[in-house]
């Protein structure tokens, strides 16, 4: 039982992270007008998803 309750805390947590670089990508594409270096904002965003994800995934 200890080890499902850990395992859903971790996945809580993994979840909030990626929510919150989430919306921070939204509230910067948002904020920002136009391209960023040629690309548009929203790939800064996809891109920033994409590595959050990658960090808060531990790799085997």
């Given at each position: ?13 993994v ?8 919306v ?37």
């Amino acid at each position: 039982m200890v080890v499902v309750v850990l395992v859903v805390v971790v996945v809580d947590v993994v979840v909030v992270v990626v929510d919150v670089v989430v919306v921070v990508d939204v509230v910067v594409v948002l904020a920002s007008t136009g391209s960023v270096g040629g690309r548009p904002p929203w790939c800064h965003a996809t891109a920033c998803t994409i590595g959050a994800t990658k960090r808060t995934i531990p790799e085997e």
